[in-house]
């Protein structure tokens, strides 16, 4: 009986004592976190960071020189090739009535897209909601028109990442499958919950498809999408006119950006957090992800900060072409593997920069179950959400059976409303917020390191 007693005593002692460490987290990050102006210069002072682009490169040599005045053990640039595309000039478009009237909409190219003729495209338009209605069309009623892809994100769905998951294949093989009946080009509906003026860009693929049979593909902002969805209601004769003057360059050279606190017992166990530092250009990349990359760098700062130090190897790393080919996720595993370093643990933050509400796990049972046991340790501040799903696309392919992958959940309802779109500036990003997610990710960090896996241990 006393020792059962002396085990339950150690137990709670243990929980206080991580209660302790968890409350100087928070404390560090509310009252003297970096994210925040990190991502100010980030934003403001580099910009939007399209991979290859001079606004890439610039964020790669200053995320490094930050990271080396933060003191870490080691911080270096790992060489990857990047894609390199160039929107040009901005866009233009109308939807045209009837010869000389005509109504403006707002649109964006595609990222990956081809360029209009240097006249600009007009055709008729042909509205679909899904690739088997463009298939019971067929190339007698698409040849020669404009494909029209109008499914909206489903509102009813509370979490947004599903609406948009629900979607986002119209715009990412749109071109691909319109090409197969003769179209000429491709209009996606933004990807957005909210009914505004600001198209959104995204990755577009073409497949195998040659590129002398290639088609321009641009998004409209929801509101146009009502527009031409309610006319072509009442004239299916109306034609769209847009013009865009984007290139697909060489790949280039660009980096992930790496910094390291090596581990004072296990030092050959690694413990990765991230996020990619590249951008879309029409905003500067706030929530997406630059935000993710400040709060990455502040893990490590704030665990300095709070006296910790840890037993395993951690790592930030800042991952390049996430948004337009996951080159840098890729190349980062590839020579994981290839030198055999263990990743135990990998958490992403690339979901924006509202208040921190939890994570995703990629984790077998053994672990999932240990890391459900910390739960009360996070309640204090309010984060109640840890549930098995997806983690991150840049860290996704380190998984293997054996290492258990996170993604920070923070609350989704208004991400999409900035996501790739001219919206997503630092103006829009909630100081408190951002440091809350920078503390929540240290404290997870902070337990993964003391504890290590479960399935280490006989549960």
Request: one cysteine or more; charged letters at 25%; a negative charge.
């Amino acid at each position: 009986m006393r020792f059962i007693i002396l085990i339950l005593f150690t137990l709670n002692l243990t929980a206080q004592n991580d209660a302790q460490v968890i409350s100087e987290i928070y404390k560090n990050s509310l009252l003297n976190g970096k994210s925040y102006d990190w991502l100010d210069y980030l934003s403001n002072e580099i910009g939007g960071r399209l991979s290859g682009s001079v606004n890439a490169e610039r964020a790669v040599k200053w995320t490094k020189s930050e990271m080396e005045l933060m003191g870490l053990d080691s911080v270096w640039l790992q060489p990857v090739m990047v894609p390199k595309w160039v929107r040009g000039a901005p866009e233009f478009a109308y939807i045209e009535r009837a010869p000389g009237i005509t109504t403006n909409v707002n649109i964006c190219a595609l990222g990956g897209s081809v360029s209009t003729p240097l006249a600009g495209l007009k055709a008729q338009v042909i509205e679909v909601q899904s690739f088997e209605q463009l298939e019971k069309l067929g190339k007698d009623n698409i040849n020669g028109k404009i494909v029209f892809y109008n499914r909206p994100m489903d509102p009813t769905l509370i979490d947004t990442f599903k609406s948009y998951g629900g979607c986002v294949n119209q715009r990412y093989e749109g071109a691909v499958n319109a090409i197969k009946y003769g179209a000429v080009g491709v209009i996606v509906r933004s990807m957005n919950l909210a009914i505004d003026d600001l198209p959104h860009t995204g990755s577009m693929t073409y497949g195998n498809v040659p590129v002398s049979q290639r088609i321009p593909s641009a998004a409209i902002s929801t509101k146009d999408a009502e527009i031409l969805s309610e006319m072509l209601k009442i004239n299916k004769e109306i034609k769209f006119y847009f013009k865009q003057n984007c290139k697909q360059m060489d790949d280039v050279l660009s980096h992930n950006v790496i910094g390291e606190i090596s581990g004072s017992e296990f030092p050959d166990e690694y413990i990765l957090v991230g996020g990619h530092l590249d951008s879309w250009d029409l905003g500067d990349g706030s929530h997406d992800d630059g935000a993710g990359c400040v709060q990455s760098m502040d893990v490590l700062r704030l665990l300095k900060l709070s006296g910790i130090k840890p037993k395993r190897s951690i790592r930030v790393v800042l991952f390049m072409n996430e948004e337009n080919g996951l080159r840098g996720g890729r190349k980062y595993a590839e020579e994981a593997f290839r030198k055999g370093e263990n990743h135990i643990f990998a958490l992403e933050s690339d979901a924006g920069a509202f208040t921190p509400r939890g994570f995703y796990f990629e984790a077998d049972e053994n672990n999932f179950a240990q890391i459900q046991s910390w739960k009360e340790l996070f309640k204090p501040y309010l984060i109640h959400f840890f549930e098995l799903g997806g983690s991150g696309a840049d860290i996704g392919p380190l998984k293997t059976k054996n290492n258990v992958l996170s993604g920070l959940k923070p609350d989704s309802q208004r991400y999409f409303d900035h996501h790739h779109s001219s919206s997503d500036v630092f103006e829009n990003i909630h100081k408190r917020e951002l440091e809350l997610g920078a503390a929540t990710m240290t404290a997870l960090i902070f337990l993964i390191d003391k504890y290590g896996l479960a399935s280490k241990i006989k549960l």
